[in-house]
Structures are given as structure tokens and as C-alpha cells.
Antibody, heavy 120, light 110 residues
Framework: QITLKESGPTLVKPTQTLTLTCTFS??????????VGWIRQPPGKALEWLAL???????RYSPSLKSRLTITKDTSKNQVVLTMTNMDPVDTATYYC????????????WGQGTLVTVSS | QSVLTQPPSVSGAPGQRVTISCTGS?????????VHWYQQLPGTAPKLLIY???NRPSGVPDRFSGSKSGTSASLAISGLQAEDEADYYC??????????FGGGTKLTVL
């Protein structure tokens, strides 16, 4: 059974750095083709892909947010960490981590999401 | 503004068939990247509904079907049921932008 779960602060202040952790089970991030990505969804709005890390440590970022994002993995702990700098109220959203299928360019398993509010 | 364009809303009566379109461009759907569809029930995470343009994951009813042509794709839902009321998102890959999503379509079952 594949599961993913996001953890991190629910409230951050403007200009602060957000650190989110995705802890997963049921698959290995050392398996060829597998990746873990982060996607966010502002309240009432659409999904937006942020970043993805592959089994071989290849990292991809959304061009519009690349300067603010860092994604890393700890294969031994089955965790992927996303940091986002200089948080702004417009970054208020539910943040999801999801597994990138090894065979397709989709996200086949998702975490439950964590709502992050940016406010002073 | 999303890279992939979907109608904001569609509706249909129980038992009817509805379709949701997803229009992209030559750098994503038109570049032969696959289209995938997700269903998001209220207050829950998205769930993969269709992958690789027309394939259903195990457990997804065959009432759901997908197709792709040129720079567009479509999701069809036949035999509408009340439980199908949800938001639906298409997703593809863009050669410049990476993974891209549509703006989402809210399905209302009348």
C-alpha cells in the first residue's frame, strides 16, 4: 500500500522560509523512473506544480518559482523535503506531495495535503 | 491563467453523458505528451482517474473514458451519478514549463 503524508507549519509569516516534509511508504525513491513532486492549490483555485525530484537526484522546478524552491530527498528515511523562501500571502495554499509514476508523466498517488497560511 | 484550458463548469442529469475538454498547445499536448485526468471530490486530494490519454487505473469505473487528438483531450463520463459531482483536472507535460494542469472543471449533477 502506497501512502504519502505532508507535514510542516500551518502558519508562516511573510518573508519567512517554508519547509515541508513528505514522508512516504510502499515504494522506494531509489527505484528507476520514480519521482516525488510537490503540487499546491490555493483555496478555490487550480492545481499548480512546484517541483519534482527523481530517483537519481535529478531535480526539476517550476520556472516561475525556481529561484525560491529547493527540493531534496533522504532515501533512507523515505522523505522528500521542499523549501520555499520569501513566503507571501499569495502562497497560501494546500500543498500536496505526490508520487510520479515510473512509467507515465503523471502523479499516481497523492498525500492528503497540508494547508499553509501566510499571514503576519 | 492555466496552461491547459478547461471549461469552468459542466452539468448533467443523472444517467446522462458529459464531456470535459482540455486544450493545450504545440509545446505540451500537441508535442505528443500524454494527458492525464484527476478527480477531486470536495475537501479531498486529487485522485488519478485517467492516465496515458485513455487508460483507467484499477478501480475506476468504465463510465469514465479519455481521448486525445492534436492539441486537445477530452474526458467523458457516461451514466452520470450523484457521486461524480467533483472538480476534474487535466494534466500534461510542457517542454518549457514542466508538469502543467488545467484550470479545473466543476461537474454538477442536476
Amino acid at each position: 500500500q502506497i501512502t504519502l503524508k505532508e507535514s510542516g507549519p500551518t502558519l508562516v509569516k511573510p518573508t519567512q522560509t517554508l519547509t515541508l516534509t513528505c514522508t512516504f511508504s510502499g515504494f522506494s525513491l531509489s527505484t528507476s523512473g520514480v519521482g516525488v513532486g510537490w503540487i499546491r492549490q490555493p483555496p478555490g483555485k487550480a492545481l499548480e506544480w512546484l517541483a519534482l525530484i527523481y530517483w537519481d537526484d535529478d531535480k526539476r522546478y517550476s520556472p516561475s518559482l525556481k529561484s525560491r524552491l529547493t527540493i531534496t530527498k533522504d532515501t533512507s528515511k523515505n522523505q522528500v523535503v521542499l523549501t520555499m523562501t520569501n513566503m507571501d500571502p499569495v502562497d497560501t495554499a494546500t500543498y500536496y506531495c505526490a508520487r510520479r509514476s515510473s512509467s507515465w508523466s503523471n502523479f499516481d498517488y497523492w498525500g492528503q495535503g497540508t494547508l499553509v497560511t501566510v499571514s503576519s | 491563467q492555466s496552461v491547459l484550458t478547461q471549461p469552468p463548469s459542466v452539468s448533467g442529469a443523472p444517467g446522462q453523458r458529459v464531456t470535459i475538454s482540455c486544450t493545450g498547445s504545440s509545446s505540451n499536448i500537441g508535442a505528443s505528451y500524454d494527458v492525464h485526468w484527476y478527480q477531486q471530490l470536495p475537501g479531498t486530494a486529487p485522485k488519478l482517474l485517467i492516465y496515458g490519454n485513455s487508460n483507467r487505473p484499477s478501480g475506476v469505473p468504465d463510465r469514465f473514458s479519455g481521448s486525445k487528438s492534436g492539441t486537445s483531450a477530452s474526458l467523458a463520463i457516461s451514466g452520470l451519478q450523484a457521486e461524480d459531482e467533483a472538480d476534474y483536472y487535466c494534466q500534461s507535460y510542457d517542454s518549457s514549463l514542466g508538469w502543467v494542469f488545467g484550470g479545473g472543471t466543476k461537474l454538477t449533477v442536476l
